[in-house]
């Protein structure tokens, strides 16, 4: 596995883990709101990292790879709309919140964001590690 996709895959577990310590803590604790900014920064970390060093090359093999090209703007569209949702849900959450309100919010960006790096480990980072090794 190539440095970049291990420390991609690292990031991501961090991610998780660090929503999991904020749910358990809960968004209107003094901690909970200080472990939501660190997954805010953690997540914007990790999309910064992906902009620089895997979305560049990825878009260079895509140049002659119309497959490819569809993928990634299918992944950049969904990417967009993604990080929308969780920036939007990191300010309305930045000074604590609703208990029942942050518990249905949580749980739709946990989800979207499972789903998000399921597909990006299993296919858009495969795709990346297939073409370094041609």
Same mark, same amino acid.
């Given at each position: 596995?190539?440095?970049?996709?291990?420390?991609?895959?690292?990031?991501?577990?961090?991610?998780?883990?660090t929503?999991?310590?904020?749910? /358990?803590?809960g968004?209107?604790?003094k901690?909970?709101?200080?472990?939501?900014?660190?997954?805010? /920064?953690?997540?914007?970390?990790?999309?910064?990292? +992906?902009?620089?060093?895997?979305?560049p090359?990825?878009?260079?093999?895509a140049?002659?790879?119309?497959?490819?090209?569809?993928?990634?703007?299918?992944y950049?569209?969904?990417?967009?709309?993604?990080? /929308?949702?969780?920036?939007?849900?990191?300010?309305?959450? =930045?000074?604590?919140? =609703?208990?029942v309100?942050?518990?249905?919010?949580?749980?739709?960006? =946990?989800?979207?964001?499972?789903?998000?790096?399921?597909? +990006?480990e299993?296919i858009?980072?495969?795709?990346? +590690?297939?073409?370094?090794?041609?």
């Amino acid at each position: 596995m190539s440095q970049l996709i291990e420390a991609l895959k690292k990031d991501h577990a961090v991610i998780v883990a660090t929503l999991a310590k904020v749910k /358990k803590l809960g968004i209107t604790t003094k901690e909970g709101q200080e472990t939501l900014l660190l997954a805010k /920064k953690g997540l914007l970390a990790h999309l910064k990292k +992906e902009d620089e060093a895997l979305y560049p090359v990825l878009r260079e093999k895509a140049e002659n790879d119309a497959p490819l090209k569809r993928t990634l703007a299918m992944y950049a569209s969904d990417m967009s709309g993604i990080s /929308k949702a969780a920036l939007d849900f990191f300010e309305k959450y =930045s000074n604590g919140g =609703s208990g029942v309100e942050f518990a249905r919010d949580f749980g739709r960006l =946990s989800g979207t964001l499972s789903i998000r790096i399921t597909k +990006e480990e299993n296919i858009l980072y495969k795709g990346y +590690e297939a073409l370094e090794q041609n």
